[in-house]
T-cell receptor, first 113, second 111 residues
Framework: NAGVTQTPKFQVLKTGQSMTLQCAQDMNHNSMYWYRQDPGMGLRLIYYSASEGTTDKGEVPNGYNVSRLNKREFSLRLESAAPSQTSVYFC????????????FGPGTRLTVT | GENVEQHPSTLSVQEGDSAVIKCTYSDSASNYFPWYKQELGKRPQLIIDIRSNVGEKKDQRIAVTLNKTAKHFSLHITETQPEDSAVYFCAAGTEGGKLIFGQGTELSVKP
């Protein structure tokens, strides 16, 4: 099993550009999450999907949108990137709403200039 | 809103000493308390977790204690080794499945 995978690993955007971060899991998990990690601030939840077909806002949703494409895939979209969105983005999944152990992907390092 | 405070932000110990990291949470509905270890440039990985019906849990050199009344929980690492050097995160979770993370502790174990 690959676990949780994310693409791309690195990305540089100019202010105002858009992009989609992709996440997929092969563990048949129901719940998926998007976090951002900034120095000294831990992991902050952006959006989550408790089950296929549902999405909810986390702590810091502004400037982002998500799509739960199917049970395996959960994407994060930046419509108009801003320098404040420079961060490392992690996707995670867990078997159910839980709470249970969350399994993290390898992360995407995004820089917005 | 829901909040998890973690202290200290940095911790330096000599190899073989013990390390203790403390967290405080605000949501009394929290019932799941995991600890994650993140090495430089890597993803966070679970090292131990505890549920609210248990006061203490041990796994070899790692232990976690929980005081639900005070809303405190702590990570204890004994006989530290250089490979324990990493950033450690606590978190608090509820039945809804969301985890609220602390700010992280950078542990440095000096040989």
């Amino acid at each position: 099993n690959a676990g949780v995978t994310q693409t791309p690993k690195f990305q540089v955007l100019k202010t105002g550009q858009s992009m989609t971060l992709q996440c997929a899991q092969d563990m048949n998990h129901n719940s998926m999450y998007w976090y951002r990690q900034d120095p000294g601030m831990g992991l902050r939840l952006i959006y989550y999907s408790a089950s296929e077909g549902t999405t909810d806002k986390g702590e810091v949703p502004n400037g982002y949108n998500v799509s739960r494409l199917n049970k395996r895939e959960f994407s994060l979209r930046l419509e108009s990137a801003a320098p404040s969105q420079t961060s490392v983005y992690f996707c995670a999944s867990t078997r159910d709403r839980g709470p249970y152990e969350q399994y993290f992907g390898p992360g995407t390092r995004l820089t917005v200039t | 809103g829901e909040n998890v405070e973690q202290h200290p932000s940095t911790l330096s110990v000599q190899e073989g000493d013990s390390a203790v990291i403390k967290c405080t949470y605000s949501d009394s509905a929290s019932n799941y308390f995991p600890w994650y270890k993140q090495e430089l440039g890597k993803r966070p990985q679970l090292i131990i977790d505890i549920r609210s019906n248990v006061g203490e849990k041990k796994d070899q050199r790692i232990a976690v204690t929980l005081n639900k009344t005070a809303k405190h929980f702590s990570l204890h690492i004994t006989e530290t080794q250089p490979e324990d050097s990493a950033v450690y995160f606590c978190a608090a979770g509820t039945e809804g499945g969301k985890l609220i993370f602390g700010q992280g502790t950078e542990l440095s174990v000096k040989p």
